[in-house]
Structures are given as C-alpha cells and as structure tokens.
C-alpha cells in the first residue's frame, strides 16, 4: 500500500531513508509492518510457541509482499508480549513497549490523536498521548485478569457457537442486551450459561445477541473504568485487535459517550506500526552518527573478509549507540 | 521458607556482610540456644525499645509467604485478605509454617489495619499474643495519653515474659541507642541523594532488614562501617532514571518489582515511602523525661501510615520525600486487598501528579506468575520519564525531530 493513499499526498514525516521493520508480538496474535519512504506493508499470523519463529515467518512474508532481501532491512523495533524472546545477529535490533508504540502508531496517522484505547488479546489500556510530540504522558493497563480483554470474548464466542468474527455483528442485532455483571471472566461464563439455560428462547436469534450484547458491555464497563484517570479528550482511537469489533465499538461509544476517530488501516497493526515509525527514528540517529548499517554494509562489499570483523565491531557499536540516543 | 543463598547476586557486595549476620541471627532465633525469650512483631509502630530493654531476642516478623504460606493462610482468612497478612497466618501454622515464626515465644500487635487485627486474632490460637492499640487520631492529646499507657502496659507484658523488670532507665538508654541506629540508616539513604547513587534501592531495604532483625549494638557497628566505605565511593557519572516506591508494605522477600526496576530495567529506587524503607526512620525521638510518653510521641510523631489521621500527614510526607530526594517518578504499589494504601491510592496520585511527579500504579501480591505484565508496565513508565528526560533537556518549545535521510 501506498502511504500517500493512506495519509494523503502531503510529505509523512515518520517516511525512513531505508526500509524498517516493526513487529508487535502479542499474546495471540502477531503483527509486522514493514516501511519504505513510500510504502506500507503489513501481516498478520497467530502467535506460535517460539517467538522467534514467529517474527521470522512475519519477516518472511514482509520481504515477499515488498519484493526487498533481508539485507536491504535498515533497523527492526520490537514490542509486544513477546519482545524480549527476539535476537537477530544481522540486523540492528531493539526493543520498546507497546505503550510507547501504540501511541507512535496512532500518532503517525492522526496527530489529533490525544486517547487511545488499546485492547489486545490479554490486556487492555488507556494511553494519553502528547498530540505534538506522540508521546505518552499518562497510561492505565487492565488488571491482571482476562476481564475486559480479546480473551474474554474470545471465550464468549465459543460459548455462543460463534466464530470470533461474528460475535460483534451478532451483538449489534440485540434488542434487550443482557445485563451480566461479572467482572470475572470465569464467573462471566457462568452467567452466560444460565442466560443461555433459561430454556424458552434458548433457539432464538435474539437471545443470543442479547447475550453477545451483554458480554460486550460488560467488557467495555471494565474498559471504560480505565479512563477514570486518563480522561477521553478527542480525537479518541481505538487500537488493538478488538478494534476490528463492531459489537465493541458500539459498546464503547455507547457507555464513553464519544465517538472513535476513523482510523485509515486496520488498527491491529498500530503497535507494529508505531514499532516501525520507532525503527525509522533509530535508523536516523545511526545515519547522523555515521553508523546506520547501509553504510557499514558498502564498507563491507568494498573491503576483503578481514573487515567483515570490523563491521561486525560497527554492528556492536550501532547497538550501544542506539539504547542510548 | 528456605534461607536465602549466601551469594545474593541481586545485592551490592558491600551489603554481603549484613546479609550474613542477619541468616546467622535468624538461625540463632530459631534454635534458641541461650534461652532467652523470642519475641515477635509485625508493625512498625511497635517500639523494639522496649524489647531490647528487657533482654529479649526479638524480630519484626515481615516475610512475604511463599505460596505454600499463603495458601495455608488463606485457611483462615477469605480470598479478600492481603497477601501479607495471609503470610502471618500461614507462618505461624502448625502445619507447614515457617520455623522462624514457629520459635516465637510471645507476639505483640500494635495493631494498624483491621486485616491485621484478624489475622492477629486467628494467630492467638497457635502462639500466646498481646494485642495492643494503636490510636488512629495521632494529633490528638488524648490518644497520646492514651498510646503512653498502653506502651506501660507493653512494657509490663514484657517484663513478665523476659522474667526481669524493665526499669525507666532502661527504657531511655535504648531510646538513645536507637536514635543513633536511625539517624545511621537516615544517612545511609542520604547518599542516594548523589546523581549516581552508591547504593541500590535493593541495598536499603537489606539495611532496613537488618534493623528488624539484628540488636542495635550490631547495627551501630556494621552500619558505621558501611557508611564509611560506601561514602568513599567516588561518582562515575551515569544518571539513572530516579524513582521513589510508595504505598504499603514490601515485605522481606518481595523484592521482585525493586529486582526488576533495578536489574533488569536499569532504573534505581532511591527513597521509599513505605514502611519496610526509608519511612520509619524520618524520625527522632526524645530522649529527655517519661520514656512512655516519649516512644508515644516519638512513635505517633513517625511518618505516618495511611492507616492514620489526617491522611494528609501521610500525603505531605509522601511530596516532601518525593521532592528532597529529586524522584523523576513514584511507582505507587500497594497489596491487592489492602484497605489503607489500595483505597488512599488516588488521594496519594493526585498529590504527586499535582506536583509534577509522575505516578505508575501498580496492585500487588506474592505470586510469581505476572513478571511480564509488570515488566510492560515498569517498561513503558521508564520510557515515559526518559522522554520527560529528552524534553526537559531541550529548550522550552522546541521538541525532538526525527532526522530524515
């Protein structure tokens, strides 16, 4: 994709000199985006047992969509859950939080952006963020329980006889939402159980809408209590992989009483994204410092093997520079 | 719970000595070989003064429970109780309780929460106990007349079970020993104040261990010596990110947030505001006229618990340590169930936020299972104050620029 088409024909000034990598290795499922001065690629693939394996399939796929080698890579920032399992000896690597890259992410798209509501497969967040700088000046993260996560629904869809996809529209059917108060996934799932138990409608469309309702207000209720702190000062994003929800959406919207900037792309990949637009800054502080890895790769064609060591030596050094610029 | 190892990799080697005296002291409490009497205590409001006085080996008893601990304690208890005070019920189990608990011969409670009241109350059945009052009024003359008689009935408990009197004079000498004994740690901690910090936040609460473990003729000697080797150590130049812990209490073994923060992310905790750091200590007693009435004051005088009131006691002490000590964030963490700092947590967040002090929030207890999702979080408010770094550094209205190739 183009990023002109995206955000428009003005100049971008997240746009690398040469092409980075972000992935955002979460909990269930694991995002790449690759960037180009005028390109965008993104993927999608679950999240495996090995996460290392995982980033090399997301890689993978990137170079294939791009039609770029592994080495034409300038600089790969990692987040997510499964940041820290990730190592490359050829590639200049580091690694930020997805708070600091969610925020990155909806910032390089809409620099209106001052909330973000982030809710992933086992945590959810909200994030304020400094519009001039992207920033983060405030975050507040779920407690550590599934409530008020992908997870949660995920488990609400199982018990529906829904795929993932389907609970959100199902929802939006609902004509008398449910109330299910549990804030408790495992209580939740009870409740839904008896709901689905009181015999009569057991058949009925409704019903169970009514019950996907329920699962999603109680859910944004738990989301909701997270911007007490934060506030909801527009424009308000909604990131993460639940933002591909319309059940949630609505629910969200609903109970915040505000409405969601449109986001051009699918937000699942802001924290892979904002992972990118990260790698794009690293790559600009090693070119300022002489030590981006394009010049150390033509130092390297032009030179026989016993430099290859010192450009080894150069990788090192790129890496201690760029943890601390 | 097993002894922690002799290589404490996580401490700075200076430390090493006090570590050893004080699983040396915890192995002498057990076996008891002199026959002294063993007393024991959970909070900091009990005046240890009064103990040492009478010729007791006596021990705060603060640890974090392994989950076997806690799940026992939690026999007693409902879900809704802390896991601290779970750790106590479960430490004095007959059944698979920890020996250093088990060897205590006689329990004093200056009781703060009324969680810890409970858990008292189901530890009678397994230990002799004294249950004592804390009044929660502190300004107040009358709790403080008050606080000077119950400290006298204490110490007639106490002498009773040391088998001695416990003479006035006694009483004020160990008020004077403690003094020095505080007003050491006061000046250990002072050192944190340097950009580049000789000790680590983990190195204090190993001191502050040691205060709750070892009798103060001990502690003047190792702290002495450690004061002067660590005030030698010359300033390298690195800054790392200054962060203060606030809320409740950090019990002895529940190091891995300080761990993380410290070792893994590379920040350091230079003061804390709970009452297993820096806070007990803020305060000197008096060391002239009715020693009763001076460990009331002294001890109602000491940076107060949330527990307390007014509540902003608490809060303006909290800001004033924030600020002497030049914190660029407050990580406030408290025990999930705790009625004092779980509750008076946005009271405590606002305070600082208005005083510029950024505050991550963080609900606690003594699994192991959530390293991650602490990491992410610890993570993300260190890059938030290294930001805040960057920008202070930069000239007002000017922000950072990407450098485009």
């Known amino acids: 994709m183009k990023i002109s088409d995206i955000v428009g024909s003005g100049p971008w000034p997240y746009a690398p000199a040469d092409p980075v990598v972000g992935f955002d290795i979460g909990s269930r499922g694991s995002k790449g985006v690759l960037l180009t001065q005028d390109s965008i690629y993104t993927t999608f693939i679950p999240t495996g047992l090995y996460m290392q394996e995982t980033a090399d399939e997301l890689l993978t796929r990137l170079l294939r969509d791009s039609g770029l080698k592994r080495r034409d890579i300038a600089f790969v920032v990692g987040t997510g859950y499964g940041r820290i399992s990730l190592a490359y000896t050829d590639l200049p690597y580091q690694v930020v939080t997805e708070i600091t890259c969610h925020a990155m992410g909806a910032h390089s798209l809409n620099p209106r952006t001052r909330t973000i509501i982030d809710i992933g497969g086992q945590d959810s967040k909200a994030i304020k963020i400094d519009p001039a700088t992207g920033k983060v000046v405030e975050f507040v993260m779920n407690d550590k329980c599934a409530a008020g996560t992908g997870r949660f629904l995920e488990k609400a869809a199982v018990l529906l006889g829904l795929d993932l996809h389907e609970l959100g529209p199902v929802a939006l059917e609902a004509n008398d939402p449910a109330m299910i108060s549990s804030q408790c996934v495992v209580f939740a799932e009870s409740e839904m159980i008896s709901l689905r138990a009181r015999g009569e409608r057991h058949k009925d469309g409704a019903a169970r809408a009514n019950i996907a309702a329920g699962i999603h207000f109680a859910t944004a209720r738990r989301v909701k209590s997270l911007l007490g702190r934060i506030g909801t000062e527009p424009d308000l994003v909604f990131t993460g992989g639940v933002a591909n929800n319309p059940g949630m959406w609505h629910a969200l919207e609903t109970l915040i009483g505000a409405k969601f900037a449109r986001s051009p792309i699918d937000m699942i990949y802001a924290g892979a994204l904002g992972a990118a637009v990260h790698a794009a800054r690293h790559h600009a502080a090693a070119l300022a410092a002489g030590t981006a890895r394009r010049a150390a790769r033509a130092q390297a064609r032009t030179t026989a093997s016993p430099a290859r060591k010192a450009a080894a030596r150069a990788t090192a050094g790129r890496k201690t520079a760029a943890a601390h610029s | 719970m097993a002894p922690q190892p002799t290589t404490d990799q996580s401490l700075s080697p200076a430390l090493l000595p006090i570590q050893a005296l004080i699983e040396a002291e915890q192995q002498d409490f057990i076996d008891g070989a002199d026959g002294r009497k063993r007393a024991g205590y959970f909070c900091a409001y009990t005046p240890p003064e009064v103990l040492n006085a009478a010729g007791l080996r006596h021990a705060r008893l603060f640890k974090a429970g392994s989950p076997e601990i806690v799940s026992q304690g939690e026999r007693y208890t409902q879900s809704v109780f802390c896991d601290f005070s779970k750790s106590c019920i479960g430490g004095f189990d007959p059944q698979g309780g920890d020996p250093f608990y088990r060897s205590v011969d006689k329990l004093y409670t200056f009781h703060t929460c009324a969680s810890m009241k409970r858990a008292t109350e189901v530890i009678e059945r397994f230990v002799p106990t004294k249950l004592l009052n804390l009044p929660r009024l502190r300004n107040e003359p009358a709790s403080r007349a008050f606080f000077r008689d119950e400290i006298a009935h204490y110490r007639d408990d106490v002498a009773e079970l040391a088998g001695r009197p416990v003479t006035d004079d006694q009483v004020t000498a160990q008020i004077v020993l403690y003094n020095k004994v505080r007003g050491l740690i006061r000046q250990l901690s002072e050192l944190r104040k340097r950009p580049n910090p000789p000790l680590t936040g983990r190195d204090v609460l190993e001191l502050v261990r040691g205060f709750y473990y070892l009798p103060p003729e001990k502690l003047l000697d190792v702290y002495g010596k450690l004061y002067r080797k660590l005030s030698r150590v010359r300033d390298n130049g690195k800054r790392p990110v200054r962060l203060m812990i606030s809320g409740s209490i950090m019990a002895d073994g529940d190091r891995r947030l300080v761990e993380l923060i410290e070792q893994e992310i590379g920040a350091r905790v230079v003061v804390e505001d709970h009452c297993t750091g820096l806070k007990p200590f803020a305060h000197t007693l008096p060391e002239e006229g009715d020693p009763f009435q001076a460990l009331a004051d002294g001890y109602l005088d000491q940076a107060p618990c949330a527990r307390m009131k007014p509540l902003d006691d608490s809060l303006d002490f909290s800001s004033r340590l924030a600020e002497e000590y030049a914190v660029e964030g407050v990580v406030y963490v408290y025990l999930k169930f705790c009625a004092c700092y779980g509750v008076s947590k946005l009271e405590f ?57």
Do not use: C, N
């Open chain 2, 349 to 405: 967040i606002e305070r600082l936020q208005s005083r510029g002090v950024p505050v991550l929030e963080i609900s606690s207890d003594y699994s192991q299972s959530d390293h991650g999702q602490l990491k992410t979080r610890v993570e993300a408010f260190i890059e938030v104050l290294q930001d805040r770094r960057t920008d202070l550094a930069l000239p007002s209205g000017q922000t950072e620029e990407f450098v485009h190739g």
